[in-house]
């Protein structure tokens, strides 16, 4: 029996004829995840070796949420394993109820809403798991025949394809099909290009980004003059999802909002404060299509819709899932799965091309060593920067190491700070004035 | 799942093999964990979970694998994954990978490990782990009532079976818990978190934190330096002489050196030179070593590597000198080290890598100092210690650098990152602190800097390695501090020069 059939009937039960009286549900909730996936990886110009072999991966698990009659709270991540039998999952049950908890704000399962339309599914990539896979096995052949003849190359490619089944007690049933596929690969462990989404990527994206990786791969073997004081810092795509994944998203969990551990108090969101420059917007969009970051329901049961996280710098909500919502006052909000959904938008963003042309004397910062160790708090960073990119006078000429210290906050408030579209990513570029020196 | 169920699972999708010509590894895993969350005096989470599973590692008899994994123990899906693993395998080889036919050579293991809990899990209810675990929250709570406080607990029992081909079979059971506290305190306008944790095999440490309170009074005192950190100036950047706290040495002796000797980076390590490890290199001054092997109770613990071998303990440094390497049976050969059992995986669902367990890095030259219970009067004590043995520099400042927040190597060029909660100066009679900035350099040039230790060996900095995507428990530390000479390719950050 399927882990959702199994535990829909089992909670059910609980609810209107429960075994014991103690057992008895108010309400439930089920999350299941069933996925298939295959991956194959390169480790130092080798394809599928033995650390990276061509896997397989099934897998059929979720999590139980339960309100208990006496209004307590349980919740359980739960897995089909060997249990299809029954006396299993009631001892499971009694477990969950010695789990239970006190948590009125937890207690409440939405009721179900129209759901929105979001393609999240590609066929294509349904087509791998069933057994198509040459595509994966070519792509890497591909990638080790057109590298750079001296780099080191690393990367790996994943396809994966199942279900997701949201049920409630208050009669949500949902289940959609959904898909994903990530590849990336780097040259000497330091440059890298990746792509990640519901849909296969595009010759044409592939090839660009092959394109962009090997150029900035070239431009790496140059040594370029250091940086000065008035230099420029530009954070490539990747750094700017970098940087908000450190210090904005955490800021904007409603739980750590409301528990005081933010950057910004509750009060400063209800007054709409100022704490990005007013060209800046950022919000939560689980609707565009193929995107990683898409869904149609929350593991909650809650619809997926925009939200609008900070609007023309303003302070607008932080994300609130649904015990969240119910201590904000407010409906449950989208929320962002990792960094994937969350959107940065700027009203003055020119394209990248346009953009480089114009920097007289910049730095592109790809990575940072020890990022996850600054304080999301304060906003300060004091981070070194090796293998960085030197600009000069509108081009890209070569390498050099720097070491980057300022806020964040400061550098979203700035009004110096600007935005350039990149092709080839959700992410722009941030153009920055902050404390860069020679590493 | 316990020992024996496993061993029967892996025993029956080892007879699915029979056939093959080539050669099968099977992980089978089981896992139970309860974790508990109190944020601000109320429970935000309490969470059981299990889950199980094993994976089909399979080898042609060229030596190109394949890979299948799944958590749905139905009957028939043995059958199906070990079908699945041999045509991946196949068609691997048939791309031209890389062939290694090292897992041939393997030793012969048969073993089955007692479970080394001192309290089984779940021989304390939930119930009563909750109680334990708001008593923790709520007295850290009266006792720093303007903090925002979060205490965590966490228990985990990993159930392993490992078997291959040639008959080899081992089980064995890794016990793990954590009680954690987390506080945020605001100053001046600004805020700042500590986290600090007590970590132990099982629900034991709950009982000895409320016996004790070592933990409590070491986050009340983290709690007081953060908030003294929220107003402290920033130092110049510049090349300092430290002091660097267990936690920091951990974090320096795992990032950048315990993954330069990792048998699988040869290639890109500094470590490395054409690909082999080069032993015999002088990397630090005579009398520094670095160990890596599990210890039993330990955050880190694992007797047997995830490929089914014995874990030895292995000196990397001994006197200064490079002499060894963590190798795993699939790249140990190549990059000129022996063999220590140093594969690890998150899970049955991951290829094993080889990795640390617990890292210490040691000194012969040890200056004697008695652990106090007080954060500030231990270091007024190193500060006397220092004085007393013409260890600090007239004129410059000795920089004391507390706390691990975690950080990042690039063991190819050797750059290395670490960040610590904050910053005292112990040539000043005033103690002044500093904002905490990034601790950074070269890792050969970090290594060659330290001079000596401070105090008797601690080794129970905890952590996560996330070494090729996976999460895997490390563990390490060093004596309680160690002292780090200037030197110019070694730097903290801060506001320009």
């Not at chain 1, 929105?116 to 590609?122: I, T």
């Amino acid at each position: 029996m399927k882990l959702v059939k199994l535990l829909e009937d089992l909670l059910y039960q609980a609810q209107h004829a429960p075994k014991k009286e103690e057992l008895r549900l108010s309400d439930w909730r089920i999350l299941v995840n069933e996925s298939e996936a295959v991956s194959l990886g390169i480790k130092d110009n080798s394809a599928g070796g033995v650390y990276t072999p061509p896997s397989y991966l099934q897998g059929e698990s979720g999590e139980v949420f339960l309100v208990w009659a006496d209004g307590k709270c349980s919740q359980a991540s739960v897995q089909l394993g060997s249990h299809d039998d029954g006396a299993y999952w009631q001892q499971e049950l009694e477990q969950w109820r010695q789990a239970s908890y006190e948590d009125p704000d937890a207690a409440h399962i939405p009721s179900p809403e129209p759901l929105p339309l979001v393609v999240v599914e590609d066929k294509a990539v349904q087509a791998i798991i069933a057994g198509e896979d040459q595509i994966l096995f070519d792509q890497v052949r591909r990638w080790l025949a057109d590298k750079p003849s001296s780099a080191k190359m690393q990367g790996s490619i994943q396809a994966a394809w199942g279900y997701r089944h949201v049920r409630t007690s208050t009669g949500l049933s949902v289940t959609y099909p959904h898909s994903q596929f990530v590849s990336w690969y780097s040259f000497d462990s330091l440059i890298s290009g990746g792509f990640a989404k519901r849909r296969l990527s595009r010759p044409e994206e592939q090839a660009k980004l092959w394109e962009q990786t090997l150029s900035l791969y070239e431009a790496m073997q140059v040594v370029a003059p250091p940086v000065g004081p008035q230099t420029q810092v530009i954070l490539a795509p990747a750094m700017t999802e970098d940087m908000l994944g450190q210090f904005i998203l955490p800021n904007f969990s409603g739980d750590r909002v409301m528990e005081g551990q933010g950057a910004f108090p509750k009060e400063k969101f209800l007054e709409n404060k100022l704490v990005f420059h007013p060209d800046f917007s950022l919000l939560i969009d689980p609707l565009q299509a193929l995107e990683l970051g898409s869904y149609l329901v929350t593991a909650e049961g809650v619809p997926a819709e925009r939200t609008v996280l900070v609007r023309d710098g303003k302070l607008q909500t932080p994300f609130l899932r649904v015990k969240d919502s119910v201590r904000w006052g407010a409906k449950p909000t989208a929320i962002p799965q990792g960094m994937a959904g969350l959107y940065l938008q700027h009203k003055a963003e020119i394209s990248w091309v346009e953009a480089l042309q114009d920097v007289e004397d910049g730095v592109l910062i790809l990575s940072v060593l020890g990022l996850h160790t600054q304080e999301a708090v304060s906003g300060s960073y004091s981070l070194s920067a090796p293998h960085s990119l030197r600009i000069m006078k509108g081009q890209i000429v070569g390498k050099t190491d720097v070491k980057l210290t300022g806020n964040f906050f400061a550098d979203m408030a700035a009004p110096t700070t600007k935005t350039a579209k990149s092709e080839l990513d959700i992410y722009p570029y941030l153009m920055i004035t902050t404390g860069v020196q020679t590493l | 799942m316990e020992q024996k169920e496993i061993k029967a699972l892996v025993h029956s999708v080892l007879a699915e093999t029979r056939a093959f010509d080539g050669y099968v590894i099977v992980r089978a895993q089981s896992r139970r964990e309860w974790s508990m969350r109190i944020s601000n005096g109320r429970f935000e989470r309490v969470s059981t979970g299990e889950d199980s599973g094993f994976g089909v590692q399979a080898f042609t008899k060229n030596g190109a694998s394949g890979f299948a994994t799944s958590d749905v123990l139905a009957e028939g899906v043995g059958q199906k994954l070990v079908e699945k693993a041999i045509q991946l395998a196949r068609r691997n080889e048939a791309i031209g990978t890389k062939l290694n036919r090292t897992i041939w050579e393997a030793a012969l293991v048969q073993a089955e490990e007692a479970n080394p809990a001192q309290k089984a899990f779940g021989e304390v209810p939930l119930v009563e782990l909750e109680e334990k675990v708001m008593t923790l929250h709520s007295r850290l709570r009266d006792a720093f009532p303007e903090g925002v406080w979060q205490t965590s607990y966490n228990q985990v029992e990993e159930v392993w079976c490992i078997g291959r081909t040639d008959g080899s079979m081992v089980s064995f059971v890794i016990p793990r818990a954590v009680v954690m506290h987390q506080g945020t305190v605001r100053d001046q306008g600004k805020a700042q978190s500590t986290l600090i944790h007590r970590s132990g095999m099982d629900a034991s440490v709950l009982f000895e934190e409320l016996a004790d309170h070592r933990l409590e009074r070491k986050a009340l005192d983290r709690a007081e330096f953060a908030k003294a950190v929220c107003g402290a100036p920033q130092l110049p950047s510049g090349h300092y002489p430290l002091i660097i706290d267990y936690g920091l040495a951990k974090g320096l002796a795992h990032e950048a050196f315990g993954h330069a000797v990792e048998s699988d980076h040869m290639n890109e390590s500094v470590l490395g030179e054409a690909g082999k490890l080069r032993k015999g290199l002088r990397v630090a001054r005579p009398g520094v070593n670095i160990i890596d092997g599990p210890l039993v109770g330990d955050w880190a613990y694992q007797p047997y590597s995830a490929n089914g071998l014995v874990r030895q303990t292995v000196t990397i440094v001994r006197d200064g000198v490079l002499e060894a390497g963590l190798g795993d049976i699939f790249s140990a050969e190549e990059a000129g080290m022996p063999v220590t059992g140093a594969g690890r995986a998150e899970s049955y669902g991951h290829i094993p890598l080889p990795r640390m367990s617990n890292i210490r890095l040691l000194v012969d030259r040890m200056l004697p100092l008695t652990p106090l219970d007080r954060l500030m009067d231990e270091v007024k004590a190193v500060r006397e210690t220092l004085l007393q043995h013409d260890e600090l520099i007239e004129g410059e400042k000795n920089l004391l650098l507390l706390g691990y927040r975690g950080g990042q190597v690039n063991p190819k060029t050797g750059d290395f990152v670490f960040q610590c909660d904050g910053i005292i100066d112990v040539a000043d009679p005033h103690l002044p602190i500093y904002q905490p900035s990034i601790f950074s350099g070269k890792i050969l040039s970090a290594l060659e800097a330290i001079r000596g230790g401070l105090g008797e060996g601690c080794y129970d900095a905890i952590g996560t390695c996330g070494k090729g995507g996976q999460s895997v428990a490390s563990s390490g530390g060093s004596h309680r501090y160690l002292l780090m000479d200037a030197d110019q390719q070694v730097s903290l950050g801060g506001e320009h020069a």
